[in-house]
């Protein structure tokens, strides 16, 4: 008999240890979520440092894949509810100790934000362009000369969003491997790495280019020290968190694990990124597609092997 295990509402059968592709939709929200929380906040920090003309791509064309990212995730969620039709309750109250209100309502003003921020933008991609109606002109001129307010709201919610991502799973005390308060930040900065290789794969600019790759490599530092204090918890907590580590040192998520998220997704990309710094030529979307393919598969792994996991009673 297969264990039945929850999530978001339905019961979800435990048929695959691994990329179960039936249960995409919450891997995949989380993971544009947060792509979007990084393209977002560098947009937003470049803007307050006054870097628009060398970050030309940071702050302007990378923000234009933002709405289509929250839309695209804000549909794979939407699917994922087991109450389709009732979505809108999420909006009727402000739960502080609740990672799903908190999560609806940081979407409900990013969404729009990471719209107005882009379309501000629109007549610098096409010349020529002219909206045909006169209060979107308007909006425009005000999203413009309140540039940078806008720059710090937008910093504030991409932080918000891209911790929300690893808090929305930590906040199932029944799984072990989700109960750790290290889901959050380790998700934070996966994202802004996941958001930065977006913005370096589409950037021409070799000064901006350089820039982000350096602060690329701090936050790949930074997720596998993150990584290996998550690991370093588990074995020294209860027994189920030890059997939670164990699904990944030796278990049947170690291969995927520490070889498609830790060594092609994270040590091989800055490998890479240090070899281009040091004057080495290597084809820019490497490195890049990398650290996003291993962003997706750490949020996949995550969610299932998550589910596979509970505390005994």
Avoid: C
Wanted: hydrophobic share 60%; no cysteine; net charge neutral.
């Amino acid at each position: 008999m297969k264990e039945e295990l929850f999530i978001s509402g339905r019961n979800i059968p435990n048929i695959d240890p691994f990329l179960n592709i039936w249960h995409w939709e919450i891997p995949v929200y989380l993971y544009l979520g947060g792509v979007s929380a990084g393209i977002m906040f560098f947009a937003g920090l470049f803007t307050i440092l006054g870097k628009e003309k060398e970050m030309p791509t940071t702050v302007k064309w990378a923000t234009f894949l933002v709405p289509v990212a929250l839309v695209l995730g804000l549909f794979a969620l939407f699917l994922d509810l087991k109450h389709q039709l009732f979505f809108w309750r999420l909006y009727t109250t402000i739960r502080i100790e609740s990672p799903m209100s908190w999560g609806a309502w940081t979407l409900m003003f990013i969404t729009p934000l990471s719209m107005l921020w882009a379309a501000s933008y629109i007549k610098e991609l096409i010349p020529g362009w002219k909206w045909k109606i006169k209060f979107v002109d308007q909006i425009e001129d005000l999203v413009i000369k309140n540039r940078k307010p806008l720059a710090w709201a937008m910093m504030a919610l991409a932080v918000i969003l891209g911790v929300y991502t690893g808090i929305l799973l930590s906040a199932f005390n029944a799984r072990p491997l989700w109960n750790t308060s290290i889901l959050g930040p380790l998700f934070l900065v996966s994202g802004l790495s996941t958001g930065l290789a977006a913005i370096i794969w589409m950037s021409k600019s070799h000064f901006e280019r350089s820039v982000l790759t350096k602060i690329d490599i701090v936050l790949i530092g930074v997720e596998l020290f993150l990584i290996v204090h998550l690991f370093m918890g588990f074995l020294a907590g209860s027994a189920v968190k030890i059997e939670a580590a164990e699904l990944f040192l030796g278990g049947e998520f170690t291969t995927a694990f520490w070889g498609f998220v830790v060594i092609l997704g994270l040590i091989i990309p800055v490998i890479l990124e240090i070899l281009e710094l040091r004057g080495f030529k290597i084809p820019i979307w490497i490195p890049s597609l990398l650290v996003l393919f291993g962003g997706l598969i750490f949020r996949f792994i995550m969610v299932e092997a998550g589910q596979i996991t509970r505390f005994l009673y």
